[in-house]
């Protein structure tokens, strides 16, 4: 009994640090952006957790956006390596083909954009080809 106890407890202690550090994505210094998608990079690659982002993908979602948009080089890389993992939670359903479908225009702007720095272009360039072929229904 206790230790299921324990393992819910780090379950929720976890979950309320991804909380955190999606909250954080918000903040409007670059430096605290860039430790939350690297801390939510780790969360992501490490961990499945489909259920938690189920409930909160439209609001990482909009702060992925957000960091693609509004930031430069390492932060706009970072946003599409965690854009990719958020797609791999997802899986091939619909929740991750409408994270797809929302922002994929912003990942082909980014990608296409020359004065973007390359690490964001190439980040853009993997979270596009990833998220297509897990979350694309439509084959074009």
Do not use: W
């Amino acid at each position: 009994g206790s230790e299921a106890a324990g393992e819910q407890g780090q379950e929720e202690e976890v979950e309320d640090r991804l909380k955190e550090h999606m909250d954080n994505l918000l903040d409007k210094s670059a430096k605290a952006r860039q430790a939350a998608l690297q801390s939510l990079r780790l969360a992501l690659s490490s961990k499945t957790l489909s259920e938690f982002l189920l409930e909160r993908r439209l609001t990482l979602t909009d702060s992925l956006e957000k960091c693609l948009k509004k930031g430069k080089g390492e932060e706009q890389a970072l946003a599409g390596t965690v854009l990719t993992l958020l797609c791999l939670q997802m899986g091939s359903g619909p929740e991750g083909e409408e994270v797809f479908r929302s922002l994929k225009p912003l990942l082909v702007s980014v990608l296409t954009d020359s004065t973007a720095s390359p690490s964001a272009r190439q980040s853009c360039a993997t979270a596009l080809g990833m998220c297509c072929y897990i979350a694309a229904a439509d084959l074009e």
